[in-house]
């Protein structure tokens, strides 16, 4: 998914729902009188696993008075068996954000099916929460006191993160990259020489091998340390060019994808050689406000939907390969805006799809067929 472009869609949708009224409906797979239906918010694939968590409102939620809504309005579920049953598990404390649909809760990232880690709130005060058995509980952890995390990225055994020392008015200095094992409890820090004040940061990781990117009004560098963060080698990577920084999605030691905002539009590369060169993924241009998303499943696939804003024809829904050169329609995903996408493999996947840009039309979505079809997913629905 597109981090940077998925934050801008759930601002824009947050306005509409305000403007709209905000009111929920029940569905009719649910008990109309009493409860209304629950509303995906967001979709987390456990890195590579087929274990899948989806953030949505629980059976209480006030959505004609959502700021008197605490922590216990959203509730977590996850499914390890491709959606045929889910569980339902706890969340760190979430509150009411009047600009994002799962309040203050920003990222939510599985290094394993029981591992997790969510970052909680905005700009300077970033809080890291931890769960490391599935969900069942969540606890607070410090990188560095006295610091804010900039970027973060989980891989099957270690966590890494850049943290800085940044004022209210963002303003950042002193980064640093942190390495930790999977609790998040011990955190080794490692100065980073040569970062400029006004650079966003884009991150991504697997196994040792981390790549950073300093993403400035005048250039972008790519950097890659294979020793887990100790050492760093710099290369101008102007093919990588944002408005802030792009995404990286690393899916083995040398293979990784970018997704790059542009201004309103978002532009999409694949490196096979751990970014010395990259492909740029093409096709006509993509929004990043049209209610589109990204999906890296593998170091051979993705999908990409591009949303009703940018398909005119009967399919929106693409699949690609051959290292980001191949892109071909496969089906429709019949969202508005979709608000979370993660397949498990080639062939199994789910979305939150808002239907008619309204929060009373969000539905959880799967499809087995790689995109060519999607229907409702009863399970999500059962009550509890």
Same mark, same amino acid.
């Given at each position: 998914? !597109? ?7 759930? &601002? ?6 305000? +403007? ?20 995906? &918010?967001?979709?987390?694939? #456990? ?7 989806? @953030? ?45 649909? !799962? ?7 599985? %290094? ?17 929460? @931890? ?18 995390? =900039?970027?973060?990225? #989980? ?9 800085? *020392?940044?004022? *209210? ?8 990259? #942190? ?10 820090? +490692? ?25 400035? +009004?005048?250039?972008?560098? &790519? ?7 100790? !050492? ?12 802030? #920084?792009?995404?990286?999605? $690393?899916?083995?030691?040398?293979? =990784? ?31 990043? +406000? ?10 051979? &696939? ?26 071909? $329609? ?13 397949? !498990? ?32 997913? %009863? ?6």
């Amino acid at each position: 998914m !597109t981090h940077v472009a998925t934050h801008v869609r759930r &601002l824009v949708v947050v306005v509409a729902l305000l +403007t709209s009224g905000f009111f929920l409906t029940s569905s009719p797979d649910a008990d109309s009188s009493m409860n209304p239906a629950p509303v995906p &918010l967001m979709v987390v694939r #456990a890195n590579d696993s087929s274990t899948v968590y989806v @953030v949505s409102t629980d059976n209480e939620f006030q959505a004609n008075h959502p700021a008197a809504c605490g922590m216990g309005c959203f509730l977590m579920r996850r499914t390890t068996d491709g959606g045929a049953h889910f569980s339902y598990l706890s969340l760190p404390p979430i509150h009411y954000e009047s600009d994002s649909l !799962t309040g203050n809760l920003d990222q939510l990232i599985f %290094a394993t099916g029981d591992d997790g880690y969510a970052l909680m709130g905005v700009s300077t005060s970033t809080t890291l929460y @931890v769960t490391l058995d599935g969900a069942g509980s969540w606890h607070r952890e410090v990188i560095a006191r006295g610091t804010t995390i =900039l970027g973060f990225s #989980a891989t099957s055994s270690e966590l890494y993160a850049v943290v800085a *020392k940044c004022s *209210k008015s963002s303003a950042c200095t002193d980064y640093e990259i #942190a390495r930790s094992p999977l609790t998040a409890r011990e955190w080794t820090l +490692t100065p980073l020489p040569k970062w400029p004040a006004d650079t966003g940061v884009g991150m991504g990781a697997f196994g040792s091998t981390v790549w950073l990117t300093q993403q400035s +009004t005048r250039t972008v560098w &790519l950097l890659t340390s294979h020793d887990g963060g100790t !050492t760093f080698t710099r290369k101008s990577a102007p093919e990588i060019g944002s408005v802030y #920084a792009c995404r990286m999605t $690393a899916t083995s030691g040398v293979t =990784l994808w970018a997704d790059c905002p542009t201004g309103m539009a978002v532009s999409f590369l694949y490196s096979g050689n751990s970014g010395t060169t990259w492909n740029r993924v093409p096709d006509r241009q993509f929004s990043g +406000t049209g209610g589109g998303y990204f999906d890296p499943v593998s170091s051979t &696939l993705a999908y990409l939907d591009f949303g009703p804003a940018d398909s005119p024809g009967a399919k929106n829904f693409y699949r690609i390969t051959d290292k980001g050169l191949d892109v071909k $329609a496969v089906g429709k995903l019949p969202c508005k805006i979709a608000d979370g996408l993660v397949f !498990t493999d080639a062939l199994h996947g789910f979305a939150a799809c808002d239907q008619n840009d309204s929060y009373l039309s969000t539905v959880f979505l799967q499809t087995s067929d790689g995109g060519r079809t999607w229907h409702r997913n %009863a399970s999500f629905y059962d009550p509890f």
